[in-house]
RNA sequence: GCCGGCGUGGCGAAACAGGUAGACGCACUGGACUCAAAAUCCAGCGGAUGUUAAAUCCGUGUCGGUUCGACUCCGACCGCCGGCACCA
């Protein structure tokens, strides 16, 4: 029944550029939806997330704001080479025909994108600016090689960031992922890690849990390194603990086997044999398997000795990989009396384990202990320190090592550099040649893009190197300095990098001189309301704020951070609560909702059915109260004609008096649920307001035109083909769109009577029905004289009262 | 283990600056309309006791506490979900 309505109104939004942005805005609002990887078609999860961001639209609109409103394709990636060598399908076609399906799909859900601003990360027109920020990053000397263990999928055959890695494991196919030590890119987005965390504190508009997850991702600790001296060598190195006060119990110290300086001292260790075979081994492992905590901590003695520059005491190098690489200085000073994992490492080799630190009044004993003693207390067996208080040792021990030269305040972060590269086909092209004489040359702006090659000449199967390498008409080129012979970089950037600037391209996305122009970008940014899922927590949320943070330091743009708020809805399940997948065979799509019930009723349902930022499980038995309730909102209304009737409020019946308080009343709640993203309230608030008026449309109204204009307008937002529908009807020539959001008559919302409840002793015993504002004694009599009351009260005396105005009367009898 | 979030009818959920728990909807039950069904409309719908009534008692994961009054605040615990996970 709403199919030819709904057609109807697409056809007339798109034809009259209802969802165009303004050019010149004055009072602009940039709502962003996360853009979508284009796989196959939009689902259930896609519709929910863009039906938020539509009602926002429809609401903002009506208010009067200039909105910018885009939509996009996160268009390179895996999937599409996938695609491509199980049914030889050019990764292009195959994504651009998804694309073609997907927008398609959009289109039909009439969610309001101003099309004409769409991007495609994979089409040239945007990559080329993609590989423009790559060389924003070089030059500002945040791009680097480095040749290191990295993540490596061994079945996508490509590294990963560490983002990318979830508990061990590669984030798109699941595998368990490896280290292998190769050459790769690198981003130093370690050197925004106080910015990134600072920048948090800012950011009022971004749920909590969120912002904590940053921050804990950023890692920030703040601690000391100190030096040790190899005994018999003029070497060094540093360890860094967030225990200084503690270096008196040290009685070895633990390299990680990935230590550069394990490799640089094999030459010289005692137990070389026995330190290489273990090296080797803890390499093979997967990170997963050596970071299972609780597992057994296992290391192997170098024969070395280091000196603790304190005491000058000499303690035993080991090797554990317990130890991580990349986090500190890849050493750690063991305080097996202290730390727990020292604790278990020192009992399973017999190490000596050193009491420093003792519990207010008490001490320790070693050889008794069972557990490392993790708290503060009181410094003991620490020369100059003894007595001391561990929390302030932590400070003097620090001062006297920096003092000496030895030691220094140090902070450390978690957060590692965002390594780039990956070696495959469908992504950007680093823009970056190998020149035998001038070395590694950036591809210079003009020359920008680096187009990938066709695909017909790509062999896509994976062999652990990208398929471009093997294309000697994409890698053999001139070198941009000297014009000599050669090679280009065979490895595409992550797509992270594609998204992490699109928010500024829909800005200005035709711009062919510039990625955008200062004064298109500075006009919109920031965004003001950016919505999408919690998955990108700690992966995209963080590459994007970066990247516009790298952009506004180089004076690109004003603002340096992309959102100010950030909303994030709740997943789509099944009905029994598991997520929806193709292997499962349980996924819902939205075109089939939308041709049983259409877009309208289908919004309705998804709306209602759970509040946007819960997680929803999925079924359709909930579309059938959507469905009455727009049934009956269009037997309501439909037969309505002609304009707001001029009223004088006082003058009217009683019972018009009623709807309308009862109106002003939806009106308040339906757009304070708006502007707070609970829209399942204001749904209920509709039919809340539509049950009062009873079957069908009071025929004895004497504003029925008064009331249907208004309801329509909030139904609008919601169910926009309907609303228009109505709309017209009552002869209306332009778009409801375009008329203003209601207000309400607050002076409306003040009711005739109240209902306050009457307590005994904290139980509601019976309500009364009294005009507002009434005053103690008045409510108190008006209880009394209640037979229901007065049975309770008889005999008893009354020892206090509890007054809430308008709502409530406790008396407490005795 | 640490950090978040969440536990409310048969189901999805409302209400929390402490103040009538269960709005709104689904399902269900009864009735009206109909030859009948569907649709629609009306009524009921947390549990227990109860002469189907009146009424009373119990109820927001569990156990305690604060309060005239607790789904809401505090303490301990149980369960589920998400994030991090040997970070020195």
Known sequence: MFSEIEARWREYWEKTGLYRTPDEPKNKFYLLEMFAYPSGDIHLGHFRNYTIGDVIWRYRKMQGYDILHPFGWDAFGLPAEQAAIK???????????????????????????????????????????TQWVFLKLYESGLVYRDTSFVNWCPSCKTVLANEQVI?????RCDSVVEKR??????????????????????????????????????????GTEIDFKIEGTDKSFSVFTTRPDTIFGTTFVTFAPEQPLVDELLPIMPNREEVEKYVQQALLK????????????DGVFTGLYAINPYNGERVAI???????????TGVVMAVPA?????????????????????????????????????????????????????????????????????????????????????????????????????????????????????????????????????????????CPVCGGAARRDPDTMDTFVCSSWYH????????????????????????????????HATGHLLYFRFITKLLHDLGYLDVDEPAIALFNHGMVLDANGAVMSKSKGNVVSPVELIENYGVDVARIGIL???????????????????????????????????????????????????????????????KDDIENIQFNTAVAAMMEFLNTLGPRFPDDSSIPNYIARRFIKLLAPFAPHLAEEIWHRMGEKDSIFLSPFPDFDSTALVAETVTIAIQINGKLRATIDLPPDSDEEMVVSSALELDKIRKYVEGKRIVKRFYVKNKLINIVVK
């Open 504 to 535: 500024l391209r829909y800005t200005d996305p035709k711009n062919e001189g510039e990625p955008f122009s200062k004064r298109n970008v500075n006009r919109w940014m920031p965004v003001d309301l950016y919505i999408g899922g919690a998955e």
């Open 318 to 328: 080991w090797v554990g990989d317990y130890v991580l690489a990349s986090y500190g």
């Open 286 to 297: 997967p990170e997963i398997e050596r970071s299972f905590e609780g597992r057994e901590k």
């Open 167 to 171: 508990a061990g494991r590669c984030w």
């Open 608 to 670: 209602f059915i759970a509040p946007p930022e819960r997680e929803l499980l999925w079924s359709s038995e909930g579309l059938k109260g959507a469905s009455r309730f727009l049934e009956r909102v269009h037997n309501f209304f439909c037969n309505l004609s002609g304009n707001d009737e001029i009223f004088d409020f006082d003058q009217l019946p009683d019972v018009d008096k009623l709807r309308y308080r009862k109106l002003h009343w939806a009106i308040k709640r339906v």
């Open 338 to 478: 202290h730390d727990q994992r020292d604790f278990e490492f020192a009992k399973r080799y017999g190490l000596p384990i050193k009491v420093v630190i003792n519990p207010p009044g008490c001490s320790l004993d070693p050889s008794t202990m069972d557990a490392a003693y993790t708290e503060p207390g009181i410094m003991t067996n620490s020369g100059t320190f003894d007595g001391l208080p561990s929390t302030e040792g932590i400070r003097r021990v620090t001062e006297y090592g920096e003092e000496r030269g030895f030691a220094r305040s140090k902070v450390t972060y978690k957060l590692r550099d965002w390594l780039i590269s990956r070696q495959r086909y469908w992504g950007a092209p680093i823009p970056v040649v190998h020149c035998e004489k001038c070395g590694i040359v950036p591809v210079p702006e003009d020359a920008l893009p680096v187009l990938l090659p066709p695909a017909d000449k790509v062999n896509f199967a994976p062999r652990g190197r990208s398929p471009l390498e093997d294309l000697p008409e994409f890698m053999d080129t001139t």
């Open 181 to 222: 030590r190769l050459e790769q890119w690198f981003v130093r987005i370690t050197a925004y890690a106080e910015r990134l965390l600072k920048g948090l504190d800012k950011l009022k508009g971004w749920p909590e849990n969120i912002k904590t997850m940053q921050r804990n991702w950023i890692g920030k600790s703040e």
């Open 87 to 129: 049914h030889k399908i050019p990764p292009d076609k195959w994504t651009f025909s998804n694309i073609e399906r997907s927008r398609d799909t959009l289109r039909r859900l009439s969610i309001s994108y101003d099309w004409d601003r769409e991007i495609i990360t994979a089409s040239p027109d945007y990559y080329r600016w």
